[in-house]
Nanobody, 125 residues
Framework: QVQLVESGGGSVQAGGSLTLSCAASGSGVRVNCMGWFRQPPGKEREGVAAISRGSTLGYYANSVKGRFTISQENAKNTVYLQMNSLTPEDTAVYYC??????????????????WGQGTQVTVSS
């Protein structure tokens, strides 16, 4: 089982930036895919960004392309989500997630089955 711990959430004004971090720990499961999801108030959880282990290529939801960047430090088992040009529509609980799927499937949001506890991001207008 993989343990995922997010940090970096908070409140920011529209147009601002935040960076989320997710530290992965545990053993027994090889994690090939790391991703970020979010659940806005009153809505279902949705995939935001994902990355394959060892890669710099990210997969992104259309709503965040050009504004969010996912990256990783494999030595630290940590994945980041840099969020720029935030809008109130980005307000949500953000979850880190992991999947043991092959790297080329990391953009398939349905494959993620390990979750962090979530961190709140609030963007005010």
């Amino acid at each position: 089982q993989v343990q995922l711990v997010e940090s970096g959430g908070g409140s920011v004004q529209a147009g601002g930036s935040l960076t989320l971090s997710c530290a992965a720990s545990g053993s027994g499961v090889r994690v090939n895919c790391m991703g970020w999801f979010r659940q806005p108030p009153g809505k279902e959880r949705e995939g935001v960004a994902a990355i394959s282990r060892g890669s710099t290529l990210g997969y992104y939801a259309n709503s965040v392309k050009g504004r969010f960047t996912i990256s990783q430090e494999n030595a630290k088992n940590t994945v980041y989500l840099q969020m720029n040009s935030l809008t109130p529509e980005d307000t949500a609980v953000y979850y880190c997630a992991a999947a043991g799927a092959p790297g080329f499937l990391c953009g398939n949001w349905a494959l993620y089955n390990n979750w962090g506890q979530g961190t709140q991001v609030t963007v005010s207008s």
